[in-house]
Structure formats: structure tokens, C-alpha cells
């Protein structure tokens, strides 16, 4: 049961850190906040997952809803290439996403990485059963993990 992993290695959509940078005192900065202090979680990252982050803190949109914390998300993008455990691209999944085929870059991560958990409010990736050893939540269901753990 995943509930019962300590630091579960966990691939965390591109969208929920923008959000928890855009909004660090909603659900997604708490569970950004729980790996940065705490170390609750083993974050996986893959090098197309990195530099999405990157093309998405790049846009216009989020550079301006950032502002004068655009200094937050740069240090984030450093934290992620230090912290982070990196694996590798394998560019194949055992569950498309037909609806949304950027997607598949998260379930060939979680993969790669034997990875338990995606946390994500992408609708495409909730929707989908993927594997028997794969849980996809919500940040806030995840939040609920990681405190009913902790």
C-alpha cells in the first residue's frame, strides 16, 4: 500500500509547481514545501519534465503573474537539478495518453524511476488507469498521504 512507503519516489506534473510557486500557501505549495524542508517524498524528475518546467516558467503569462518572485521559480529550477533524482528518458510508456500525448513524458518517469506515484490536477492523467503499481492523486489527496505519514 502506498501509504505505508517511506519517502515515496514521486514524478510531480510540471502544473503543480507552477502552481505552488504562483500560490505557495495553496495545496501545491504545501507539498513543495513539505520535499524542500522535510524530504518527505524522493521527487523524480526526467530531463523533458526539467525543461517543460523551464519553457512554462519562461511564458509570458507566468513570468508576469510571478513578478517580482520570478527570483522563486529560478531558484526552484536549481533546487529541482540538484535535489531531484534524475532518470532517463526512455521515450515509451506502457499507457498512452491519447488524449494528451505530452503527458506520457510523467507515466515514462514514473517508469523509469519504479516510481509509486504522479501527483497532478491534469485531468487527462487522472482519468487514466495506468498500472496496478501506480497511484495518480491530486496534490491535495497527496497532501493527505504525506501528513497521515508523517
Do not use: C, K, Q
Amino acid at each position: 500500500m502506498i501509504s505505508s512507503l517511506r519517502r515515496p519516489r514521486t514524478v510531480v506534473d510540471v502544473g503543480v509547481l507552477v502552481e505552488a510557486l504562483l500560490e505557495p500557501d495553496g495545496v501545491s505549495g504545501h507539498v513543495l514545501r513539505h520535499w524542500l524542508r522535510h524530504r518527505s517524498f524522493e521527487m523524480v524528475m526526467s530531463d523533458e519534465i526539467l525543461a517543460e518546467l523551464d519553457r512554462t516558467l519562461d511564458d509570458r503569462t507566468v513570468r508576469r503573474r510571478l513578478g517580482p518572485e520570478r527570483g522563486r521559480a529560478e531558484r526552484l529550477s536549481a533546487a529541482l537539478g540538484i535535489l531531484a533524482t534524475f532518470v532517463p528518458s526512455t521515450g515509451s510508456v506502457r499507457t498512452p495518453v491519447p488524449a494528451d500525448p505530452d503527458d506520457e513524458v510523467y507515466l515514462a518517469a514514473a517508469d523509469a524511476a519504479r516510481a509509486p506515484l504522479i501527483v497532478t490536477n491534469d485531468p487527462h492523467l487522472l482519468s487514466i488507469e495506468a498500472w496496478p503499481e501506480l497511484e495518480i492523486l491530486t496534490p491535495r489527496g497527496f497532501l493527505d498521504l504525506l501528513l497521515v505519514a508523517s
